[in-house]
């Protein structure tokens, strides 16, 4: 049963996790249009492509957007909105190379490391959202973005 405060905690990290990582994305994606005016009017001509009469938001509509998909994950690889957050605890001792990492201990990885590193992109600190069109994604290791984290822990928001 959950009491006041566990539900007060509960809807405080829905909402922090779901407004938070949402309102940085925006954020973010509005500055990297004023460094790239000519990426904001390939977005802009999607847009219009896709919805010239105003219509309501759907699901096929915004599936056909694939460049603006692109400069969304393209701004989420350069700008991750919770990155100090991906830790997890070692539930059972681990033997890598020559560290042991014990039983409890808090371990943690850092998501730029993989997203700037050019064994996973190319050319890795240019903003560059071509690089996440079907063919070139393809390729990519499924570990090397996850600006949401991955598996049962995976972000909420």
């Given amino acids: ?22 309102s940085h994305l925006a954020v973010m994606m ?16 999607e847009v219009a492509k896709n919805y010239p009469g105003h219509e309501s938001v759907s699901a096929e509509n915004l599936a056909a957007m694939e460049y603006t998909q692109c400069f969304m994950k393209e701004t989420l690889r350069h700008y991750t909105p919770a990155p ?12 890598i190379g ?13 998501p730029f490391r993989e997203y700037f590193n050019p064994k996973n ?4 600190f240019a903003f560059n959202p071509e690089r996440w069109n079907s063919a070139k994604s393809n390729d990519l290791n499924p570990y090397s973005f996850l600006p949401f984290w991955a598996g049962p822990r995976n972000c909420i928001g």
């Fill in 98 to 110: 020559d560290y042991t990492i014990k039983k409890g201990t808090y371990v943690r990885t850092h």
């Fill in 84 to 95: 100090g957050t991906m830790f997890r605890i070692c539930v059972k001792e681990h033997q």
């Fill in 121 to 124: 992109f190319e050319d890795p």
């Fill in 30 to 45: 509005l500055y990297l249009f004023t460094q790239h005016p000519d990426m904001l009017a390939k977005v802009k001509e």
């Fill in 1 to 22: 049963m959950l009491n006041d405060e566990r539900i007060i905690d509960e809807f405080i990290a829905f909402f922090g996790a779901g407004v938070e990582t949402t």
